[in-house]
């Protein structure tokens, strides 16, 4: 095994002398990552769209003027848009178009039927293609139209005095300034439970005891981790090829009559790839930390992490060139791979949006263990935790390793002799 640092130091020369396609695929996961923290960053204020209601006031009364202006003030205003629209079929038709997300229709004679003391009732469509802005939509009016029922019941006297002062072409003085003055007194009298409320609610979240020293986690901490190591195969495959390119150009007929064994060249490439490896996933380490605050915990874990893991992609995608004979079959075959194996295994869509038979199928990816690794120390889990993920990496990852030295060897060997 002495020619294998010779062939590494030769390895890491010619992909220094021609670095676009590692420096290439180094940046991509950079990219990915800049462009995820635009879009779900913590910058973002506004985390849900203003809330359009269409309104059909068939009353213009002073109780329907009262339920519309209670759902467009203080904060609500923030959050609901009200437009007046003249017909329910207008509003039918823009809310079919996706136009709105709800729609509200006042029938004719609402004010009349709550100062009778009628049961009363408005209606509320809502837009089918929408899923949470018709539902808050429905809560607002549903408390409002609550609010006016209760104002009712308060002040059940002063709306029977208002109701006869209705039927009255001018109301006398005297008697408005009595009503002026019950309605003082009312709101005097229950002033006391409701400026301040006499029960108030104080919120609390309460959190595991084991959760409180764990840190959250960025949408950069999670996503920088998992497209690096997609890119890491793509990279650690990039010095794979080489082996093919040599077959190819007769160099390695050359190398069986010197004293290098073939052995020498596959672990030169294993442990080339791994090297590399470990060189990119610091670079990306370095960005992300100075470039997306990622925190990423402990060095010396993270350095253990980073040696683990590029002895598992090494390992594996040496393994994969057990199947393949030609430049063409790597380049198709390897590709689909690492992108299937990176879905499944969270680089792409986060696991736990998969159903639970897809879930245990994701751990016998290597994106599974490395992102998990990565996010636990990320988020300070117990070290103790991580090392049978750790020994896990190294085991399988020197396990395929043999496997790829034994069964390569007698491909070459089989292609020399022809």
């Known amino acids: 095994m002495k020619h294998i640092p010779i062939l590494v130091w030769k390895d890491f020369k010619r992909k220094w002398k021609n670095p676009i396609v590692i420096i290439g695929f180094l940046l991509i996961p950079v990219v990915f990552t800049f462009i995820f923290g635009l879009v779900f960053g913590p910058q973002r204020e506004e ?3 203003r809330i359009s209601l269409l309104v059909v006031d068939d009353d213009k009364s002073l109780v329907s003027n009262f339920l519309t202006t209670a759902m467009s003030q203080g904060e609500l205003k923030k959050m609901v848009e009200l437009e007046p629209i003249e017909s329910e079929e207008m509003g039918r ?24 003391g009628k049961q009363a009732e408005v209606l509320f469509l809502k837009n089918p293609s929408e899923q949470f802005l018709p539902q808050i939509a429905e809560e607002i009016a549903d408390t409002a139209t609550l609010i006016m029922s209760a104002l009712v019941e308060v002040f059940s006297e002063e709306v029977d005095l208002i109701k006869g002062f209705s039927e009255l072409d001018k109301i006398p003085d005297m008697d408005m300034s009595a009503l002026s003055i019950k309605i003082k007194n009312r709101i005097e009298s229950i002033s006391k439970y409701v400026f301040p409320p006499v029960i108030s609610l104080k919120q609390q979240t309460i959190k595991k005891e084991e959760e409180d020293s764990k840190d959250s986690i960025t949408v950069q901490g999670y996503i920088l981790p998992a497209m690096a190591i997609l890119f890491l195969m793509f990279i650690c495959n990039v010095v794979f090829e080489d082996i093919l390119r040599e077959t190819k150009l007769k160099t390695l007929m050359r190398m069986s009559l010197s004293r290098m064994s073939m052995a020498e060249f596959i672990w030169s490439k294993i442990v080339s790839s791994a090297l590399i490896g470990i060189l990119c996933t610091l670079v990306l380490i370095g960005f992300g930390a100075v470039f997306f605050s990622i925190k990423w915990g402990n060095m010396f874990i993270v350095f253990l992490i980073v040696l683990c893991l590029n002895i598992l992609i090494a390992g594996f995608i040496a393994f994969l060139y057990i199947f393949i004979r030609t430049e063409q079959q790597a380049g198709a075959v390897i590709s689909s791979v690492i992108l299937v194996m990176s879905l499944l295994g969270g680089s792409m869509v ?34 103790v935790e991580l090392i049978p993920i750790l020994l896990g990496m190294v085991f399988v990852g020197v396990l395929l390793s043999f496997a790829c030295s034994f069964f390569i060897q007698n491909n070459l060997k089989k292609g020399l002799l022809k």
């Open 47 to 49: 985390i849900l769209p």
């Open 93 to 116: 038709q823009l809310l079919s178009k996706g136009k709105a997300s709800a729609l509200l229709i006042i029938p004719k004679n609402l004010g009349k039927d709550i100062l009778d």
């Open 350 to 383: 986060p696991v736990e949006n998969f159903p639970e038979f897809i879930q245990k199928i994701s751990k016998l990816t290597v994106n599974y263990w490395g992102i998990k690794a990565f996010h636990s120390t990320i988020m300070k889990e117990p070290f």
